[in-house]
């Protein structure tokens, strides 16, 4: 039996971690002097009404090798004999190499186990690894062994696209998530950065004027770009404002000749911790480039 394993930055809808039954190890959330587990001690809700109150912006602390552990203790219980661990970008959060040292430790502490673990740097941000996450508890359901989708996961974790819109780029400056962060001045003349993934990192790819015109970008691109063999779903990401992210669905819905299914998730808090308020976001396979 294979287990999919995560971290909670993810951000997948309770409804699909249950469905695959996916394990997720919790990030931690350090706010106004209290630890909170992400996704565990407090709701996205909760955080975001918080967050405008704040004076300190939080900070977040990867899982521990232990939290992942415990999951692979858990499921062997159960009958599980084969792990693919899929993690968020190593260049935005230590979840990776954390999930890397709780393999080294199993192995230590079971030297002569027949289990198997994999553990994959996404590349990916929030619903980017979600985006493959799910991609692979599909190809799992549809009967892929353990090695085709250790295979898909690491052979097409760089198509997995990404666009995120913010409000300003205040927190993900300041939380060091961005590289180009001298593209700060976008803010100040009321330009909407909208940024990608550049290796293992975010980075401004463009800069619109507005909210209308950050959809359109969004939609533009995801016609020239997505892969419509791969791409049999989309995943829409939104902080704080839920009206935003159906505007996106709609647009695709009426705009494209996309066919498949389109599921709108609300960024945790560990993600809504360096996105802020007002963050929507776009996720999709994208076709191979030459």
């Not at 219980?77 to 968020?88: A, N, P, S, V, W």
């Not at 666009?163 to 330009?191: M, P, T, W, Y």
């Not at 619109?208 to 970008?217: H, P, S």
């Amino acid at each position: 039996m294979i287990k999919i394993m995560a971290d909670s930055t993810c951000d997948l809808s309770p409804t699909f971690l249950e469905k695959y039954k996916i394990g997720v190890a919790p990030l931690k959330i350090n706010m106004e002097g209290v630890t909170y587990l992400d996704k565990i001690d407090i709701t996205a809700d909760e955080f975001f009404a918080k967050l405008p109150k704040m004076k300190e912006l939080p900070t977040t602390a990867m899982p521990s090798p232990e939290a992942y552990l415990n999951i692979i203790d858990e499921a062997m219980l159960e009958g599980y004999t084969e792990f693919l661990c899929i993690c968020m970008s190593s260049g935005t959060s230590g979840s990776y190499q954390s999930a890397v040292l709780a393999k080294d430790l199993f192995y230590e502490r079971h030297p002569d186990s027949a289990i198997k673990f994999h553990v994959v740097d996404s590349l990916s941000m929030s619903h980017g690894s979600g985006w493959l996450i799910l991609k692979t508890a599909q190809l799992l359901e549809e009967g892929y062994t353990f090695e085709e989708l250790v295979e898909f996961a690491e052979t097409h974790k760089k198509r997995v696209k990404h666009f995120l819109c913010v409000e300003d780029l205040h927190n993900l400056i300041k939380s060091g998530r961005i590289s180009n962060a001298g593209a700060f001045i976008g803010s100040l003349l009321q330009v909407k950065p909208i940024m990608s993934m550049k290796g293992s990192k975010g980075a401004i790819v463009a800069k619109v004027r507005g909210t209308n015109k950050a959809l359109k970008y969004y939609v533009d691109e995801f016609i020239k770009r997505y892969d419509p063999e791969l791409t049999n779903f989309i995943l829409i990401g939104y902080s704080s404002d839920i009206e935003i992210a159906n505007k996106l669905k709609e647009r695709i819905e009426t705009q494209t000749d996309f066919k498949g299914d389109i599921y709108i998730m609300q960024m945790g808090v560990a993600v809504g911790t360096h996105v802020g308020l007002g963050g929507v976001s776009l996720f999709f396979m994208e076709k191979e480039q030459n």
